[in-house]
Each structure stands twice: as C-alpha cells, then as structure tokens.
C-alpha cells in the first residue's frame, strides 16, 4: 500500500524547535518530489516547503523561510521538516505529501497529519 | 502571494451540478495551468481531485472536472451524490517558487 506516516509534532513553547518525520512506504521514494503543506485549526492549507526527489532542488513559503528547513534521507525514505523559531500562527497539522509529477502540479498521496501547538 | 479567492460555501440537490470558481490572477491561476483541486472530509487528509486544470488522476469519478478561463478556474461535480458533501481547496502555482491555495469552499448537499 502507498502510504507516508507523519510522526513528531507535539506541544511547544514561542521559540522552540521541532523535527518533523515522515516515513513513506509502497512507492519508490527516491523517485518522487514531497511537500509539506499545513493546516491551521479550522483553516484552509497552506503550502509549506518542497523538496525534488534527489533533495538537489527546495522551496519554501515566505512565512517560514530562514526559520524551517526541509530534508530527506532516500536510504530511509523518510522526509523531514525542521521547524526552529515557532511562534503561535504555525500552530497547525502539517501533512507530508507526495507530489504527483512536476513539483508543481499537485500532491496525489497525503498523510493523516501531524499536530504541533505552539502555546506558552 | 495571497491566497486565492473561493466562495466560502455552495449547495445542490443530489443528481444536479454545482460549480466552484476559484479566482486570482495573471500572475497564479491566469499564468499557469498549474490548477489543483482537492477534496477533504471533515478530520480526513486532502484528496487529489484535478490536476494541470482537468486532468483528473486514477479513481476520481469522471462527475469530477476542472476548466479554466482567464484568471478563474472552476471545479464543477455532476450528479451529486452525499458522499461528496467535503471541503474543496484550488491550488495554483505563483511563480518565483511558490503554491497558493484558496480558502476553501464547503460543498452541502441538500
């Protein structure tokens, strides 16, 4: 089965860091392009970060650039998402996402989510 | 970028057609036929729905398509059906590397 599990949020304080996981399955993921994209309590999305499939190429939204960094280790097929500086608007669901072709054109396989709350 | 603009809500009876426009400009959805629609049931991860403006991918019911004119792009679903009853986000690439979602519209079905 095709899959990715997010794992790593959590509950921490204005200024502090966490290390994100996602941990894919069923699908050859050195092959594939990921994305990060979060969601804020009864929000819409918003797209966070993306990565090519060789880790040569990456992106980042304005709201969380020089604070996030996005990475992947191919041997473990496993995406990650280092986010440093947190302050409580990037509290929300952060879903790891296959992207469906061209970085651009969409995100066909997505996790359940996971939760980081930023509150003091 | 801001996000795109989507009306907060839409409704149809089940069997009949209902259309969500999503809005932006030459600079996202007008520039781009990076269109992306997806759909997503209450605490459930999104679904791809549309891609490359109306390409639907493997599985999605052919009551699904995706069109664009100008700066506005549109997701209409044909005979409604219950399950379809979710919220919908558009996405679009903005150039200089970036994606920009909607807001989202809440489909009900009557």
């Known amino acids: 089965e095709v899959q990715v599990v997010e794992s790593g949020g959590g509950l921490v304080k204005p200024g502090g860091s966490l290390r994100l996981s996602c941990a894919a399955s069923?699908?050859?993921?050195?092959?594939?392009?990921m994305n990060w994209v979060r969601q804020a309590p009864g929000k819409g999305l918003e797209w966070v970060s993306s990565?090519?499939?060789?880790?040569?190429?990456?992106y980042y939204a304005d709201s969380v650039k020089g604070r996030f960094t996005i990475s992947r280790d191919n041997a473990k097929n496993s995406l990650y998402l280092q986010v440093n500086s947190l302050r409580a608007d990037d509290t929300a669901v952060y879903y790891c996402?296959?992207?469906?072709?061209?970085?651009?054109?969409?995100?066909?396989?997505w996790g359940q989510g996971t939760t980081v709350t930023v509150s003091s | 970028q801001s996000a795109l603009t989507q009306p907060p809500s839409a409704s149809g009876s089940p069997g009949q057609s209902v259309t969500i426009s999503c809005t932006g400009t030459?600079?996202?959805?007008?520039?781009?036929?990076?269109v992306s629609w997806y759909q997503q049931h209450p605490g459930k991860a999104p679904k791809l729905m549309i891609y490359?403006?109306?390409k639907r991918p493997s599985g999605v019911p052919d009551r699904f398509s995706g069109s664009k004119s100008g700066n506005t792009a549109s997701l209409t679903v044909s005979g409604l059906q219950a399950e379809d009853e979710a919220d919908y986000y558009c996405?679009?690439?903005?150039?200089?590397?970036?994606?920009?979602f909607g807001g989202g519209t809440k489909l009900t079905v009557l």
């Open positions: 069923g699908f050859t993921f050195s092959s594939y392009s």
């Open positions: 030459s600079s996202d959805v007008g520039g781009y036929n990076f």
């Open positions: 996405s679009s690439y903005a150039g200089s590397n970036n994606l920009i």
């Open positions: 490359e403006v109306s």
């Open positions: 996402a296959r992207v469906y072709g061209d970085w651009r054109v969409g995100m066909d396989v």
């Open positions: 990565i090519s499939s060789s880790g040569n190429y990456i």
